[in-house]
């Protein structure tokens, strides 16, 4: 369909969201990554019967995480959609970067410059 | 393909029309030996499930759950799909046929196309969007669907200027303005045909305004508008103005039982619940509370879950139902449109709407029709294939199957169910040439890696101007070379060209690469095609990645250049970073038990294991009672009047003469270990516990049948003249002349069916006791029958037999849930007092025989659902892998099953869903080993803590604590989701080909980007 | 098995806020099995903390291991090599508290944090969710009440039948607690032992327990 969206969106996949694991959205956090979301498809409809559920929860995991270090949950997130909602797609990734905007720069690198900044 | 040797029979098939029912035909025979043509006049397969937005009842999406099955039929080496072609006639016979071949020209070779679309994008003409149903336009060089198979564009000569820009631009020197048509044959065993119907054109029907009001669409045309891909994007708009519409109205039964505008007496079978699933998901699309109404005669959700489906629609979703019949459609202002109906009671009413759906029906075209004629094959009176319900699939001329919406019409998974049926036939008088024509690969032994340093080769594809006219391909390329580990660079054209994959092996052997990434388009459409490269080079095809530089890049960043190229380089290396940590990894293969069992010896069971048996696979046959039959011992006569009795006994006959059944009768099945292809079931004697026999075999087929439900009202068991259906066809058959004397009968319908406690249709009921009806009607033509019902469910050709039954003069009379008929017996005679809708009063009719339509239920089976732990539905009936597409498959790999244990069925589909359960066992049974993806699921035993989370959290129930004292996952049952891997506490389990540590580092190298480009020197 | 939960990441983050490397330490004993501090969740800790640190601009490096268990000093020995090779300012340890003080027996001038609150002793009702079933009393009697224990399960305890707080089953301090003298009896009424709870059971002799201060099991058979 070739519908624009942000280029900063950079895609790495993944068999099933099922096999999304805690440690992989923090390791994107850790690494600096300003957002981080799980697109799986839509609930009720995973090919592996639970796993997009299953997702879900590890999701608001790390929401609950990042809000105990002070960091917005908001930058990780999961969204539903099946094979044939195109449009849906780019437009989750232009909601996602216009969120992100708004949240600014991940603390993670902020915080590494401010230190590098000080010395 | 080996030359047609003396008289042996060719070993391939030739299938006529894709759709699902075709595809799925063509996939079951080339899965199970038989070299396939699939013949289709379109540039791409698929027929009409890419067009629809949703499926009923369970609204998945339709492209989503069809599109696999294209890439499968497309990529299979055994299917050679022939597009934009026609069968002009065919000669010979069974075993022996030549078929001759109109190939229409499609102007660009789909060998060389791509599918980049450059030409779409610079054709200056547009043309009618047949795929949008004519809502939008598209170019004349065009593709029908982005997910179209094959992915290669087509010119449409009839619009098309000849302007000559897209040859000038096509890189890929695709474009062949100068083709012709062509004749040519293929020599093929047996035809299946699936040409699929029509949909009803409504210009005839000018009192609906179809014709000439852009606010009254067809189903079809709805469909598209509710979908994604569609020509609004699945906004709801109407066509008027783009305004969302606050109404809209369905109109039942256009084109569909009605001998008045066309001769379409017969009923189409799907639009109701096709018109309840368009109101719901409208709704759904609407972001106004958004009224919706259906007109509709009777309400035929007869399916498995339909009736809860129409619940749900006017319960949950407020969706309107009106029983009425409409005569005009009226433009009114503002591009509304007024409806003038008759309600039940003969009251004229009329009502305005948005927007207004004409429920379109299906007919042969004309098209098929001819070509039925030129092959001579008989059709019905309706132009579609006649069949007989005990062969369902085969046609008049031997050698030559029918399966699909041409045998009458029917919704998706009866469809899929015929044409594995026409498979499993088709299969049958070919058996001996099993494998004779079939492709394998031949390749090159695998070149050992292990303990090599990673030498990375990178090939980045300029995609024709897909990839190299947006992002920078030169500077990925450069920046790829200085990458870890990457031992050779280079860009492409195309990198999937044929010259480009030979080159890419020759690099292989050249510099010893060991791992390599391909950045270029997608790899759900180009993955399986660079693995089977690497692997001709030698390397383990799992030391492939992927970095996504076009679909992901390129055509989403067109307008941000230097931000696709940039995204670009974050891509390739990441690719690299994991490319470097592949491991190749071993596809497990492990031989088969060639044998199958079947449970239950109703006439599934039977029709099951004797076409398992006529293709040679033993099989044994397991009956709970001692006697074969099952229900179809108490039937008489099929509607159409075919003999039951004697088709059931001469089927008993064959399955016990035949050289390759066993059969077990007085036998359940108790216990069942192991994996698809690899089973070993404990079978018992019913009557002494004690006798115990175990059989291995490869497939199971569970049709353990179902009975018909004892009625708890109507004086039934209290009174002696209240029967059931199969009670009344028991006596029929001891002596009709009984019921000689017999002034009054009435039957009730949905006795103990669509009630809140048993809330499905048993589907078979209505036409059962209209035939009945009939028969007694027959006996005494001067007896008083009165039917009383909720709907009249008399799907596809059965509506003859209500039209002939309201002929003959048989009082239908309707009454509703909540006015129930009520029986006395007080005087003497038996009373049914029942409110008449159309009159608006009540009759008490005084009858000498009342006949109870009683639910179907399922056989309980509980040591069958415990042994091969498979599941059931709310009202006990086994549940399939998938509703639509997988009707005959269970979850579990290899077990399969048919019959009334699926859903209530008539005998003819009960025979075509056998048939299709044989077939499917027999792309198990066919294949000498079977050999399982390598993407499992590993346990590491030192790891393990044996803390039971992957024993909880698998969706399949395969892991287990292992003897030895820590989880082992078979991978034989593993389905490689990782769901146990993301959770396991220990990081005992790792999902081959994706590992925490491929993941994270491919994660590491995305987000290194400003590490990447301080040590590129920027 | 011991039933134990990670601490706030807030807390952690206040124990640790003036070190620069340490070294966490796992378990794989009944802390994995109740996903409390296995290997997995020594990633997720350590990923946690790196990011928290990052982002106060004070990055912190964090080496993981594993330990087959943190209740005997031999697989304590396997921290040896580590910390004597590397400059850890501390050691955090996710086992139960029982590892820490291992930890900080075996190393005598490292400092060593517990990432985890020991709970109780308790199984799994379902993944995802335990409970609590004993308390170490030291002398189980629980075949006296149909086989569930009153003393760790009951919220006070009580040997003689239920409190006045007992309605419908559950317990009064919160309605997600069953009355485990409601379970008592109705196991002993299905076990036809309903006559047994007329025997008075006599006030406990706690000396077993914690009262006779920190135990200890010896077994002359196995000691060396």
Same mark, same amino acid.
């Given at each position: 369909m070739r519908l624009n969206y942000p280029t900063n969106i950079r895609i790495i996949n993944v068999p099933c969201t099922g096999r999304v694991d805690i440690l992989h959205l923090l390791k994107a956090i850790e690494d600096g990554a300003d957002g981080v979301y799980v697109v799986g498809c839509l609930e009720g409809d995973c090919h592996y019967l639970t796993g997009n559920l299953k997702a879900r929860k590890r999701v608001n995991y790390v929401k609950k995480l990042l809000e105990e270090m002070g960091i917005e949950p908001g930058r990780v997130e999961i969204y539903n959609l099946s094979a044939a909602q195109g449009p849906r797609f780019a437009e989750i990734a232009r909601e996602f970067t216009a969120r992100i905007k708004e949240l600014g720069p991940t603390p993670v690198r902020a915080g590494g410059k401010a230190k590098e900044k000080a010395a | 393909m080996a030359a047609k040797s003396g008289n042996s029979k060719v070993g391939s098939v030739m299938v006529v029309g894709a759709g699902i029912a075709g595809i799925q035909a063509s996939l079951d025979l080339a899965e199970s030996g038989f070299y396939v043509h699939l013949v289709d006049a379109s540039p791409s397969i698929g027929g009409l499930m890419p067009q629809l937005d949703k499926t009923f009842p369970t609204n998945d999406c339709s492209m989503c759950i069809v599109s696999p099955k294209l890439v499968d039929a497309g990529r299979h080496l055994n299917i050679n799909i022939i597009s934009n072609t026609e069968v002009d006639f065919v000669e010979g016979e069974v075993g022996n046929f030549t078929a001759h071949l109109v190939n229409h020209p499609r102007f660009i070779d789909p060998v060389k196309c791509t599918g980049c679309g450059v030409c779409k994008q610079h054709c200056p003409v547009t043309a009618v969007n047949e795929f949008n149903e004519g809502l939008d336009r598209r170019a004349a060089t065009y593709i029908k669907y982005p997910q179209a198979v094959p992915l290669a564009y087509a010119i449409d000569r009839e619009t098309c200027i000849g302007c000559g820009l897209c040859e000038k631009l096509c890189l890929a020197k695709a474009v062949v303005y100068a083709e012709e048509e062509r004749r040519s044959t293929l020599e093929v065993g047996a035809i299946i045909l699936a040409p699929g119907n029509e949909v009803f054109d409504p210009t005839a029907f000018d009192t609906y305004s179809y014709a000439h009001? /852009?606010?009254?669409? *067809?189903s079809l045309e709805f469909e598209r508008i509710l979908s994604a891909s569609g020509p609004y994007q699945g906004h709801l708009m109407r066509p008027y103005d783009r305004e969302e519409p606050k109404s809209v109205a369905w109109l039942q039964c256009v084109g569909s039982r009605d001998i008045n505008h066309c001769d379409n007496g017969y009923c189409s079978a799907v639009c109701c619940m096709y018109a309840i699933k368009e109101a719901v998901i409208a709704k759904e699309h609407s972001h106004e509370p958004l009224d919706t109404a259906i007109f509709f005669m009777?309400?035929? *959700?007869?399916?498995?879950?339909f009736e809860k489906y129409y619940e749900r629609a006017r319960e949950e979703h407020g969706v309107r139902f009106i029983r009425s019949r409409v005569h005009t459609v009226d433009p009114v202002e503002e591009g509304r449109l007024k409806i003038i109906y008759t309600d039940e009671e003969g009251k004229s009413l009329e009502e305005e709407f948005d927007m207004v759906v004409l429920s379109s029906g299906f007919q042969p075209s004309k098209r098929t029709v001819e070509l039925a004629e030129r092959l001579g094959i008989e059709l019905n009176e309706h132009n579609f294939a006649e069949t007989s319900s005990f062969e /369902?699939?085969? *046609?008049?001329?031997? &050698?030559i199957f029918v399966c699909g919406a041409f045998r009458d019409p029917k919704d998706i998974p009866i469809s899929v169910m015929e044409a594995s049926a026409a498979a499993a036939a088709a299969a049958a008088p070919l058996v001996e040439s099993r494998f004779t024509l079939t492709k394998t690969k031949e390749l090159p032994a695998e070149r050992l890696v292990a303990g090599e340093e990673p030498r990375v080769g990178v090939f980045v594809c300029n995609c024709g101007i897909n990839i190299g006219g947006y992002a920078d391909v030169p500077a990925v390329r450069d920046y790829a070379r200085?990458? /870890?580990?990457?031992v050779h660079v280079e860009d492409n054209l195309f990198t999937c060209s044929q010259d480009t994959q030979e080159k890419i092996r020759e690099v292989i052997k050249e510099k010893d690469i060991n791992r390599v990434v391909v950045a270029s388009c997608s790899p759900r459409t180009h993955e399986p095609m660079f693995q089977e490269t690497i692997r001709e080079a030698g390397l383990n095809k799992y030391l492939f990645e992927m970095a996504n530089i076009r679909d992901q890049d390129t055509w989403v960043h067109q307008n941000d250049p230097q931000g696709a190229t940039q995204k670009a380089k974050d891509l390739v290396r990441s690719a690299v970073a994991k490319a470097a940590l592949l491991d190749p990894l071993e596809q497990t293969v492990l031989g088969l038990n060639k044998v199958a069992l079947v449970v239950g010896g109703g006439v599934a069971g039977m029709v099951a294991a004797l076409s398992l048996a006529d293709q040679g696979f033993p099989v044994h046959l397991v009956e709970k009672t001692g006697e074969l039959g099952g229900n179809a011992l108490k039937l008489r006569k099929t509607w159409k009047g075919e003999d039951i009795g004697s088709y059931v006994k001469d089927l008993v006959a064959r399955v016990q003469s035949h050289e390759h059944i066993t059969l077990h009768t007085n036998t359940q099945v108790v216990a069942n270990t192991g994996f698809v292809g690899n089973f070993d079931t404990i079978l018992e004697k019913v009557d002494d516990p004690e006798q115990k026999t175990t059989v291995q075999h490869g497939v199971s087929i569970v049709a353990t049948g179902g009975k018909e439900s004892r009625p708890t009202e109507y004086l039934y068991g209290e009174d002696d003249r209240v029967l059931t259906a199969l009670e009344l066809d028991s006596r029929l058959k001891e002596d &009709?002349?009984?019921?000689?004397?017999?002034?009054r009968a009435v039957f009730i319908q949905c006795v103990g069916s669509r009630e809140p406690e048993r809330p499905y249709c048993s589907k078979i009921c209505c036409t059962h006791s209209i035939e009945s009806a009939l028969q007694l009607k027959e006996l005494n033509p001067d007896m008083n029958v009165y039917i009383l019902y909720r709907d009249i469910r008399t799907y596809g050709f059965r509506e003859e037999l209500y039209k002939k039954a309201r002929a003959k003069g048989i009082i239908f009379i309707r009454y509703s849930l909540e006015r129930k008929p009520q029986v006395s017996n007080g005087s003497g005679s038996l009373q049914v007092q029942v409110y008449d809708p159309i009159l608006g009063r009540d009759l008490v009719i005084p009858a000498d025989a009342l006949v109870l339509a009683s639910a179907v239920l399922p056989n309980e089976a509980k040591e069958v659902v415990r042994a091969l732990k498979v599941n059931q539905n709310a009202e006990g009936f086994f549940l399939e892998a998938h509703m639509k597409l997988r009707p005959v498959d269970f979850g579990s790999d290899g077990l399969f099953l048919c019959g009334l244990a699926h859903y209530p069925k008539s005998i003819d589909e009960a025979i075509a869903q056998a048939q299709a359960a044989a077939a499917r066992a027999a792309t198990v049974l066919a294949k000498d080993v079977i050999t399982l993806g390598a993407v499992k699921a590993v346990v590491e035993p030192d790891k393990c803590a044996v803390c039971l989370t992957c024993v909880r959290t698998c969706p399949f129930g395969v892991p287990y604590i292992g003897e030895d004292g820590y989880a082992v996952i078979d991978p034989a049952g593993c389905? &490689?989701? &990782?769901a146990c891997v993301a959770e396991c506490p220990g990081k005992a389990i790792s999902l081959q080909h994706f590992t925490d540590k491929q993941l994270i580092a491919k994660t590491e190298a995305l987000l290194l980007k400003e590490i990447g480009e301080a040590a590129a020197g920027k | 098995m011991v039933v134990a939960e990670r601490k706030p990441i807030e807390e952690i983050l206040d124990m640790i806020k003036e070190f620069d490397k340490v070294l966490l330490t796992g378990c794989k004993g009944c802390v994995t099995v109740c996903n409390a501090g296995g290997e997995k969740e020594v990633g997720i800790l350590a990923s946690a903390l790196k990011i928290a640190r990052k982002k106060e601009g004070r990055e912190i490096e964090i080496d993981e291991i594993t330990l087959e268990r943190q209740c005997d000093p031999e697989y304590i020995d396997q921290l040896e090599d580590p910390i004597s090779k590397n400059n850890y300012d501390a050691v955090l340890s996710m086992a139960c508290s029982v590892g820490p003080q291992y930890i900080a027996k075996r190393f005598d001038t490292v400092l060593v944090y517990p990432m985890l609150n020991t709970s109780f002793i308790g199984g799994s009702l379902e993944h995802g969710v335990w409970a609590e079933f004993c308390q170490a009393c030291g002398s189980c009697a629980i075949h006296n009440f149909g086989g569930l224990c009153p003393i760790a399960r009951c919220a006070k305890s009580l040997m003689n039948g239920p409190c006045g707080g007992s309605s419908g089953g559950k317990c009064e301090i919160s309605p997600e607690t069953d009355c485990v003298w409601h379970l008592i009896y109705e196991r002993m009424s299905r076990l036809g032992q309903l006559d047994k709870l007329g025997n008075v059971v006599m006030f406990k002799d706690w000396t077993t327990s914690r009262d006779g201060g920190p135990r200890k099991i010896v077994r002359e058979d196995l000691k060396q």
């Open positions: - | 009001h /852009p606010n009254v669409v *067809t009777d309400m035929r *959700t007869y399916g498995k879950d /369902p699939v085969k *046609t008049s001329r031997e &050698g200085n990458l /870890p580990n990457v &009709g002349n009984g019921f000689k004397n017999v002034n389905h &490689g989701c &990782g | -």
